[in-house]
């Protein structure tokens, strides 16, 4: 939840890490291997980085069409494309990114949410289908207005929405006929937050999910859409976290997901009169809810199997569950209020795997065939040139976890120790790297670097205990397992252990910056996207919000000053002999750019190396095309200026 950063895919992207208590390694680094690919190709940056971004949708409600956020233009806006297949057609024209569509239930009109150069002050607005004529809806630059919703008779819209300088979201209520708002919410505590407004499919109720800003406890309420008045549905004690999915058609239930069964995240039905749960999964596998068919006979849910997720479809009478035979990678459901067409024939899908970017299908259940709607990998990219990582597994230093990260191994390397490794950290930190699509990795790849994304100790998908492992220890026992990462890689017979580089954004930057401070003479470069790298002056400069996360995972600033202190690599700077790249967003409310400006203004005082990039325009990661091709450009040059690797020719890949 913390410092998610979206670079063309995602930096925030982790890998999933299985609990285990022998300190041995699961996987023989000697066991990976290179593969032989004799009409392999080189890709410039260009090339990659403008393949498709495929986001949010929404079903019209005929079942005809299909709205999506795509980047097909360089810019996140919204677009058509028949439910059947074909040419998309671009209904929002705007330079700033939007996100969420929401189609309302008369069909005229799409809701969705779109900020300034990156700010996250989003506003909401609708866009008639019929004519593309824009409205602003909510029109306020101090607060940030989110996830839309309609009301079944489409009068209505609620949303969550907090103020700039606020740490709370309050649900809204948005009246279409007479253009006015009102709170559904209240004085919640600053430590609180309300989140995801569901309406009942009569109208007269909303669900919503009130979460601790730490994201380890939450609960699920039901509020009176008139009187506001809310009942806690999940009552507890201890951490525990209830978040509502869909209603039932008839109103009585709601699918909700919750780790109170058994510290993973598990999936069950929950009674709305006697707040009775009837649990769908018991599994350590971690799972979402989905949506209920429009006759409600059925229900759907994902579940993540490290790293690969599928979807299951689930028939209430029979009380079976059936996982549907997709591609292999991250299968996830689509739709903004459900995944079901209005007749309830189909299934609108995403699937995004290593060799395919994410794109939307629909899954016909029928005959159980798929159909791809959208086509991502253009530009003259070969899918059969993407490289398919390999899930290994390894203990961490302190023997109390076996972590697991996704090993990419470039094409027609050989078994010299002479090849350069990164090891790349994702973002979050409660985020997973999981099998799927990665222009960044990829070109990295393709350049002839080894890549290692480990899933350090806090990562999500294993649990409570894995994900909680790292509170008021950040870039500790985190760090340690990162580190072992590229102790591993540099077991293999192709990597130089004198040649390897730590890479990643957001929290993945700190987590660089700390490895480059606490480890320096184990690298020979680094790159640190968005990060922060002094808690005090982060938690001074960013959104409100972020700074009750801070606080509730790494104590109070005073009481545990010399932790604070010892976890701040701007405070160790001296220490850093690796030459290092920064990257920046002018407008980012999570990691100010006033962070990696420290970093840079220390490293020149000291005589290092370092280069240093701020984009004008965006926020926390780069969505404008321009600036990710700019962007990922750097980092090509400077790993190629530092660390060079063989590389590749049009004719195969050959050590130079």
């Given amino acids: 939840m913390k410092r998610t950063v979206l670079i063309v895919i995602a930096l925030s992207l982790a890998c999933v ?47 005809k069409q299909i709205a999506f956020i795509s980047n097909i233009s360089g810019r996140r806006n919204l677009w058509l494309v028949p439910a059947e297949g074909g040419w998309p057609v671009q209904l929002t024209v705007s330079d700033q990114r939007q996100t969420s569509p929401a189609w309302s239930p008369n069909g005229k009109w799409i809701a969705y949410a779109s900020d300034k150069n990156g700010n996250e002050q989003w506003d909401i607005f609708v866009v008639s289908v019929a004519s593309g004529e824009v409205f602003n809806l909510s029109n306020t630059p101090a607060v940030s207005e989110e996830a839309p919703a309609w009301s079944p008779d489409g009068r209505y819209l609620a949303w969550q ?76 004690q201890g951490e525990q976290r209830y978040s509502a999915g869909a209603w039932s058609p008839d109103g009585k239930k709601l699918l909700i997901t919750s780790n109170a069964l058994n510290g993973s995240e598990n999936v069950g039905l ?42 299951f479809l689930y028939t209430l009478a029979t009380k079976h569950a059936e996982a549907l035979a997709l591609h292999v990678g991250v299968n996830a459901l689509a739709g903004s209020a459900t995944a079901f067409s209005d007749d309830g024939t189909r299934l609108l899908y995403y699937h995004n795997g290593p060799e395919a970017p994410n794109d939307l299908w629909t899954y016909t259940l029928l005959n159980k065939r798929s159909r791809q709607i959208t086509h991502s990998l253009v530009a003259g990219v070969k899918s059969d040139d993407m490289v398919a990582p390999t899930l290994m597994h390894y203990p961490s230093a302190d023997g109390k976890f076996t972590i697991s990260a996704w090993v990419y191994t470039p094409f027609n390397q050989i078994k010299n120790g002479q090849i350069p490794a990164i090891v790349y950290v994702h973002g979050g930190p409660q985020a997973q790297f999981m099998n799927s699509f990665n222009p960044a990795v990829q070109f990295l790849v393709n350049q002839g670097y080894f890549v290692i994304a480990p899933n350090y100790r806090g990562s999500t998908g294993y649990g409570k205990e894995f994900m909680d492992a790292n509170r008021f220890d950040m870039g500790g026992g985190d760090l340690q397992d990162v580190l072992a990462a ?133 926020g926390h990661g780069f969505a404008r095309i321009e600036n990710q091709i700019d962007a990922w450009g750097r980092v090509g040059g400077f790993l190629k200026f530092n660390v060079p690797a063989p590389g590749c020719n049009l004719s195969g890949c050959e050590v130079q």
Avoid at 34 to 53: M, N
Avoid at 271 to 286: F, G, M, R, S
Avoid at 559 to 581: C, G, M, T, Y
Wanted: charged share 25%; hydrophobic share 35%.
């Fill in 17 to 63: 890490a299985a609990l285990a208590q022998a300190p041995v390694a699961v996987t023989d680094p000697k066991q990976i291997v290179s593969h032989q690919k004799d009409d392999l190709l080189t890709y410039p940056v260009e090339k990659l980085l403008t393949t498709r971004a495929v986001g949010e949708s929404t079903w019209s409600p005929d079942g």
């Fill in 161 to 236: 929405a907090k103020p700039q300088s606020g740490s709370t979201y309050e649900i809204e209520i948005f009246d279409m006929l007479f253009r006015r708002r009102r709170a559904l919410t209240a004085n919640t505590p600053k430590n609180l937050i309300n989140v995801e407004p569901r309406w009942s499919p009569a109208g007269k109720s909303i669900s919503y999910t009130q979460l601790r800003a730490d994201d380890k406890d939450s609960d699920i309420y039901v509020a009176d859409a008139t009187t506001g008045n809310s009942i806690n549905l999940t009552a507890h």
């Fill in 270 to 311: 929950l009674e709305i009169a006697t707040k009775h749960i009837q649990w769908l999964t018991q599994a350590k596998w971690e799972s979402q809810a989905g949506s209920f068919s429009p006759d409600g006979r059925s229900l759907t849910w994902t579940t993540n199997t490290e790293g690969d997720q599928d979807i």
């Fill in 486 to 618: 590229s102790a591993w890689i540099a077991k293999t017979a192709y990597v130089d252990s004198k040649k390897l580089v730590i890479m990643g954004g957001s929290y993945g930057g700190y987590m660089t910056m700390m490895a480059l401070t606490k480890s320096p003479e184990t690298w020979a470069a680094g790159v640190a996207i968005v990060p922060f790298v002094n808690w005090f002056t982060e938690v001074q400069q960013e959104d409100p919000l972020l700074q009750q996360y801070d606080l509730a995972t790494m104590g109070d600033p005073e009481k545990s000053k010399s932790l604070w202190q010892e976890r701040s690599p701007i405070n160790f700077i001296d220490h850093v002999k690796a030459p290092l790249l920064l990257l920046a967003g002018g407008n980012d409310p999570r990691c100010p750019k006033e962070e990696a400006q420290q970093v840079a203004d220390a490293i020149k005082k000291n005589g290092g190396k370092v280069e240093f990039k701020i984009y004008d325009n965006e």
